[in-house]
């Protein structure tokens, strides 16, 4: 079965910080791959995603992530992160053709003033 | 337009009891998800209907648990004699159609499911 890991549960930032949150998966095959936010008190939402083609994807916010095939990853960047980003994250992986995404666990973060 | 609503909020029940979570999705969408979110873990999938159809139930833990939908409106998910690990946020998604791409979901605000 497919699997999903985010290895940082609780990342702790200052504003204007770089941010790095990783996403590793285990299959080995076509894949779909996002980005879902959570911000305090809000629904689940979509940051980004990708499906093909440049494996660079531009999400909302200022958030991009990059799909490394060798690597099997897809982490969420974000040069400088803001007071506003604290939210919950989540990374979640579709097989090809399959309509069942799996997630990770999801990284809390929390960014101060 | 109206996103994905989800009722109760919040539910507190007894051990042993029945419960009943409502998802209305987003109109015009024809699949429908349910999740289900232990504390400190990622959403576990539970049940896909496209339509009023349930292609795939694979994720339902038990016997104990069911779900329904009416034609590509409002679908119920129902715990039959509640346990203690049932405890969870119930989450609900919908999206405008199963394609050869997996379409964006849009979430609910959950249903956070207490069993004493």
């Known amino acids: 079965a497919q699997s999903v890991s985010q290895h940082n549960h609780h990342v702790i930032l200052s504003e204007a910080a770089s941010l790095e949150l990783g996403c590793n998966y285990s299959y080995g095959g076509t894949v779909n791959l996002f980005w879902y936010v959570q911000y305090p008190g809000q629904h689940l939402q979509l940051l980004l995603k990708y499906f093909s083609g440049d494996p660079l994807v531009k999400g909302i916010k200022g958030f991009e992530a990059e799909f490394i095939k060798s690597k099997f990853s897809f982490n969420l960047r974000k040069p400088s992160v803001q007071w506003s980003d604290t939210a919950e994250y989540f990374c979640a992986v579709n097989q090809g053709g399959s309509y069942i995404p799996t997630f990770g666990r999801g990284t809390s973060l929390i960014v101060h003033p | 337009g109206a996103g994905v609503s989800q009722s109760p909020s919040n539910k507190v029940t007894e051990k042993g009891k029945d419960v009943e979570l409502r998802c209305d999705p987003i109109?015009?969408?024809?699949?429908l998800y349910w999740y289900r979110q232990r504390l400190g873990q990622g959403l576990e999938f539970l049940i896909y209907?496209?339509?009023?159809?349930?292609?795939?139930k694979s994720g339902l833990p038990s016997d104990r648990f069911s779900a329904e939908r009416t034609g590509e409106s409002v679908s119920t998910l129902t715990i039959q004699r509640t346990q203690q690990e049932d405890s969870a946020v119930y989450l609900c998604?919908?999206?405008?159609?199963?394609?050869?791409?997996?379409?964006?979901?849009?979430f609910g605000p959950g249903t956070r499911l207490l069993v004493l």
């Open positions: 109109s015009g969408h024809t699949a």
């Open positions: 998604a919908s999206s405008l159609y199963r394609g050869v791409i997996q379409e964006t979901q849009y």
């Open positions: 209907f496209q339509g009023n159809s349930a292609p795939d």
